[in-house]
């Protein structure tokens, strides 16, 4: 039997593959375009259902340039494509002319942290950060305004700036089919009480929120039709090749056993484990670029990401679907995971990914440490609902938003520093409900069993017990392996 390295934390861990079960791995990605500058530039010069940027810009005054912030994609990119974006965007308004004091950057952290100086100049180039330092800023909730509630009722709030501007170009990269869109911009630029309605449980576990048909999608279009006749947004959507880190894919090799460097890998203490890890930057080149509409545009940048993306999985179900979750996730960039966002990778974007291939009531099986530990800089809103709230059913808990929303305390390092917005906490618990809702349960292979049993699931001390635990209620034989990363999606 062959063996396969599965990413587990900051270790590598190999699993006996039994000839019942099926692996799964991200397809080849697509060529990546020749010249980035040459295919945005290109968009903008032939949008679709807008005139060209430059005729747009010459009867604006006031312009935003919004672009997604350092959580997508994840790890960042070896070469930031958003700075070559950005830059093309900037020659345009120079030869407009629109005065410089009249533009303005806006990161879209949404209640994400601020980007760290260092990311600023991993996103923008040094050209740029030199130039602009003055004119970048960070979206605050805070900074929100009203504008409408939807006909559902839903309440649309985004930066007042956006509603300022004549013109407002809106930058996303386009690596999981959650990006881009009005998700973007309404997840990035508004308000604890509109982001609240998008990601809350009521859209979250009724249906993937990687497909667009979903009612995750029908909120945000609702949404989105507020903003649109409030704000006259440019939107760009970079679309990324899959190419993860050419030519190795960390989830992809085909071992007879562990080799001697991994061995040797998984010995070493755990902070230089984490720092070497998150020093992995990801190539994920520019594969094609879609400008104009918003409504237009995203739908047809979507098409082509989940072609890209997709896997046959075919008619079969299994009763089991298994993978590593390395220490890796959007929220914890150049940092390390906590057990809520374990939970969030888990319940949420994995099983949201290969979820389709698992039998209702069937079992996730998956390799992390489940390690109690926390960035209280970056994830203090995080600490303080695991360690007050956990374990929680999945249902919305309006009280708690509530308590998170109003309570300043927990919104000092948002404002102040590099944290999270108070919110977020339950906003990661709420995006992993659709997993911990439809499976019959979760087993955690080399886990903590304490940190498990909070987030109310099941912990094993090898894939073998895991097995015997799920053999209870399913066919441990019928088990289906997902190699990750990179990212891959299920149809």
């Known amino acids: 039997m062959k063996s396969m390295l599965v990413i587990s934390g900051d270790n590598f861990s190999p699993v006996t593959i039994r000839k019942t079960w099926k692996v799964f791995s991200a397809p080849k990605p697509f060529i990546p375009a020749l010249s980035p500058s040459k295919t945005i530039r290109s968009a903008l010069l032939q949008p679709e259902g807008v005139p060209p940027l430059m005729e747009i810009l010459l009867k604006s005054k006031r312009v935003v340039i919004a672009f997604d912030d350092i959580t997508v994609p994840f790890p960042p990119m070896i070469n930031d494509i958003r700075k070559t974006a950005i830059g093309e965007v900037l020659k345009l308004i120079g030869d407009a002319p629109i005065p410089r004091e009249n533009v303005t950057l806006l990161c879209a952290t949404g209640l994400r942290r601020r980007c760290l100086p260092s990311e600023v100049k991993q996103l923008l180039g040094r050209k740029i950060l030199t130039k602009w330092i003055d004119r970048i800023k960070f979206h605050r909730e805070k900074d929100s305004k009203w504008i409408g509630d939807t006909e559902k009722g839903e309440r649309v709030e985004i930066n007042k700036l956006l509603l300022e501007a004549d013109t407002v170009i809106y930058i996303s990269i386009l690596f999981l089919p959650l990006s881009g869109g009005w998700t973007s911009i309404i997840t990035g630029t508004g308000s604890f009480n509109s982001i609240i309605e998008v990601l809350s449980p009521d859209n979250t576990k009724k249906g993937s929120y990687f497909d667009p048909g979903s009612r995750f999608f029908t909120v945000t279009k609702r949404m989105g039709k507020i903003i649109k006749k409030k704000v006259n947004i440019f939107k760009i959507e970079l679309v990324l090749s899959n190419l993860f880190l050419p030519p190795v894919e960390l989830g992809g090799k085909i071992l007879s056993k562990i080799s001697v460097p991994f061995e040797a890998f998984n010995y070493l203490p755990n902070i230089v484990k984490n ?70 990778m888990v319940n949420g974007y994995l099983y949201n990914l290969f979820g389709k291939a698992l039998k209702k009531n069937g079992f996730i099986i998956f390799w992390n440490p489940l390690e109690e530990k926390f960035d209280f800089e970056q994830h203090y809103p995080h600490a303080y609902f695991y360690n007050n709230h956990l374990p929680l059913d999945c249902e919305r808990n309006k009280e708690l938003e509530e308590f998170y929303w109003k309570n300043r305390d927990f919104h000092h390092l948002y404002y102040n520093g590099f944290g999270f917005h108070g919110g977020h906490g339950i906003v990661a618990w709420y995006l992993g409900c659709r997993g911990k809702m439809n499976t019959e349960g979760q087993i955690a292979v080399g886990a903590n069993p304490y940190v498990a049993e909070k987030l109310g699931i099941s912990s094993a001390n090898n894939i073998n017990d895991a097995l015997e635990e799920a053999a209870k209620k399913v066919n441990p034989e019928n088990a289906a392996l997902f190699l990750f990363p990179p990212v891959f999606l299920i149809r």
Do not use: C, R
């Open 275 to 344: 720092t070497a890890l998150h020093k992995i930057k990801a190539w994920y080149p520019l594969y094609k670029v879609f400008a104009g509409d918003p409504d237009i545009v995203n739908q047809e940048a979507l098409n082509e990401l989940i072609n890209q993306l997709q896997v046959n999985g075919g008619n079969k179900k299994f009763d089991i679907i298994m993978f590593g979750v390395p220490d890796l996730s959007p929220f914890s960039i150049n940092t390390f995971n906590n057990p809520v966002l374990v939970h969030t």
